[in-house]
């Protein structure tokens, strides 16, 4: 039988499992009052550092992530905030997200922060009521992108949580639909690994050069990028060296040939396996870049328990670890433990994850918008 979901068929074509309102800021300088308005009226902001400065790709790079957010297939309906003298523009950021309803404002235009919070409410309001009727429609799973990603990693990530990951991945390729694997720090000590699955010498050539570029960017700067990865909590979760987590890491990908390298915000030409060179930065860089190419979920693995999730998309929280499951109930989304117990194969468990995911994008809450812990960042240009 066809799994199948209920979203949000986009103009574009795209399918969409949430129906979001995005408050966008332009430039830092306008963060403060999309915060607020967003606050007020209980939808999502995506602060970030960019948008005023920047010159040659660095400035091309947040203009793509900003354009991949505001026509992301998640998001319905749109609200640039803009300053007024920032590189990037609140009315042509607007006119990117396509035939969604959009509107902008600009702080200098509006008289201040103040009169440009009250604006934006009122024009968030008249978003709400255009996209209220929205009409959910079923698509099918082979429609979903889901990207992966780990943080506070221990050893159930590596031997359960990513391995599970990895099944519901070669599932879901199976029914057609698309995977990305990024974090390309934590790709490092895998990636003659990673070269040996792609589809062609050229694409596993690629994935060599990505990795061995981010090495060589910290021996430039007299450090190792093993000094800072595995994290202390990494090793107090069991993790002991950056090849080994990158082995572990690199489960959540499945096992099937990796198509071709993206770079951050690029879209999936083709259904399959593919690997994001993901801009350097912290972990929410890295879930901006695969999110804004239009993945709809994030599958997170988590040891200790992150609990970060991400304003463009539902963020699943995944863990072997039965302690961190009984702890911190309000970030844990799927529980992996079974496997470890022995009472459940990684393939069982993997295809209860993708009934997971699928539930998910039929509307089911996770966590982190239960609680709306929200982070969204946008890193340094991909090496």
Not at 161 to 168: Q, R, T, Y
Not at 258 to 266: D, T, W
Request: positive net charge; charged residues 25%; hydrophobic residues 35%.
């Amino acid at each position: 039988m066809r799994k199948t979901f209920k979203g949000y068929r986009r103009a574009d074509g795209r399918a969409g499992v949430r129906n979001y309102i995005a408050v966008v800021p332009t430039v830092l300088c306008s963060v403060s009052v999309a915060r607020s308005i967003a606050e007020a009226t209980k939808i999502n902001a995506f602060p970030h550092e960019g948008g005023c400065g920047q010159v040659g790709p660095e400035r091309e790079h947040t203009s793509r992530i900003l354009r991949g957010v505001v026509s992301h297939p998640n998001v319905g309906a749109v609200l640039t905030v803009g300053l007024s003298c920032e590189q990037v523009d609140a009315a042509k950021l607007a006119e990117a997200a396509g035939d969604k309803p959009t509107r902008h404002i600009r702080i200098h235009d509006a008289g201040g922060n103040t009169k440009a919070v009250k604006r934006g409410i009122e024009l968030v309001n008249e978003l709400k009521n255009e996209i209220k009727g929205a009409e959910h429609t079923r698509i099918g799973v082979e429609e979903l992108t889901i990207a992966t990603q780990c943080g506070s990693s221990d050893t159930g990530s590596g031997i359960a949580s990513n391995p599970a990951v990895g099944a519901m991945a070669d599932r879901l390729i199976e029914l057609g639909g698309a995977i990305i694997l990024g974090e390309t720090g934590g790709l490092y000590g895998a990636a003659g690994l990673m070269a040996r699955r792609a589809a062609t010498k050229q694409i596993g050539d690629e994935i060599i050069t990505m990795t061995d570029k981010l090495e060589v960017y910290y021996k430039r700067m007299g450090h190792s990028l093993r000094e800072g990865n595995p994290t202390p909590g990494n090793i107090a979760g069991g993790l002991t060296t950056l090849v080994e987590k990158s082995l572990g890491g690199v489960r959540k990908g499945g096992t099937n040939t990796i198509q071709g390298i993206l770079g951050p915000g690029e879209k999936t030409t083709s259904r399959g396996l593919w690997v994001m060179n993901t801009s350097h930065g912290i972990g929410s860089c890295a879930a901006a870049d695969m999110l804004a190419s239009g993945a709809q979920l994030l599958a997170y693995t988590t040891g200790g328990g992150n609990p970060i999730g991400n304003p463009l998309a539902p963020v699943v929280k995944i863990t072997a670890t039965r302690r961190t499951i009984e702890r911190l109930d309000d970030i844990i989304d799927f529980d992996a433990s079974p496997v470890l117990r022995g009472e459940e194969t990684v393939k069982e468990c993997g295809d209860r994850l993708l009934d997971e995911m699928i539930a998910v994008a039929n509307g089911k809450k996770v966590q982190a918008e239960k609680t709306r812990h929200t982070a969204f960042a946008i890193g340094d240009v991909a090496l």
